[in-house]
């Protein structure tokens, strides 16, 4: 199994995979040569997407690929799909899953630019808003304040209360937020005492995507050729040093630079 990300929240996606299926190996990119995806183009995340499964492919017997980005996946999945013969599992806002939980109709989406202005979300939203409100922020700054979290680095509490300003300002705020990036799940205790209540109902990406992975593996039930799992990087710099002790809990046999340009 292949998954790759720009980032760590990428590596947030996979703890929760580690722990409901902790016999699956596999092959972690980390693209920080390219990080953040939320703000480039989508032929450009296309072409990188295509670039890095086909440079495992090459080198690895891989059989399903998991994009564990929610830019990503709303603008690359199917043409993804139609590229390659194998299952391609991508993380998409559960906007759905908001509306069956909501009390006060009032739904806020959070996510990066290039994910809330995708074709994929706009349509959703464009459906829904006559059932519910939906509250949208699209911001690429959340991200990086996830890298400097996980790196054990402090960050800003006033550019994170910043970036939700539009949501306190008003008397009614969404009472279920949906996690559109999965850099966010890093931020939840930060992003509820923000909003300054305890009856905000968070909805992450992860629980589709989980289960089809899950059925994957139950399906075919077959012996994993790779035995070991491997972590990838684009770029060495300093923030990936800083991370390094962080990746200990992953038990990565080995961790290597990959070149993908």
Not at 47 to 58: A, F, G, L, V
Not at 185 to 200: D, V
């Amino acid at each position: 199994m292949l998954i790759f990300d720009s980032g760590a929240g990428g590596l947030s996606f996979l703890k929760i995979i580690n722990k409901r299926m902790p016999n699956i190996k596999y092959i972690y990119i980390l693209d920080n040569e390219a990080f953040p995806y939320g703000n480039k183009t989508e032929l450009f995340l296309i072409e990188r997407s295509i670039k890095i499964i086909n440079i495992i492919k090459k080198k690895y017997p891989i059989t399903i690929v998991v994009i564990a980005c929610n830019t990503v996946s709303t603008v690359a999945l199917s043409t993804l799909r139609k590229k390659f013969n194998f299952p391609i599992i991508g993380i998409f806002p559960r906007i759905k899953a908001a509306e069956k939980i909501t009390k006060n109709k009032i739904i806020g989406l959070i996510a990066t630019k290039r994910t809330i202005n995708s074709s994929y979300t706009q349509n959703i939203i464009y459906k829904k808003s006559s059932c519910n409100i939906i509250k949208v922020i699209g911001t690429n700054k959340l991200a990086l304040i996830a890298e400097k979290k996980i790196r054990g680095l402090k960050f800003s509490k006033i550019s994170l209360a910043n970036i939700f300003k539009p949501w306190n300002q008003v008397q009614k705020k969404p009472d279920t937020i949906i996690l559109g990036c999965t850099h966010f799940l890093l931020l939840k205790k930060e992003i509820k005492k923000i909003l300054c209540t305890p009856y905000i109902y968070f909805i992450d990406s992860t629980e589709i995507p989980l289960l089809q992975i899950k059925k994957y593996f139950a399906k075919f039930n077959k012996n994993q050729i790779i035995q070991k799992n491997i972590f990838f990087y684009s770029e060495y710099n300093k923030e990936l040093r800083e991370l390094l002790f962080f990746l200990k809990q992953y038990d990565f046999y080995t961790i290597q630079h990959i070149i993908i340009n």
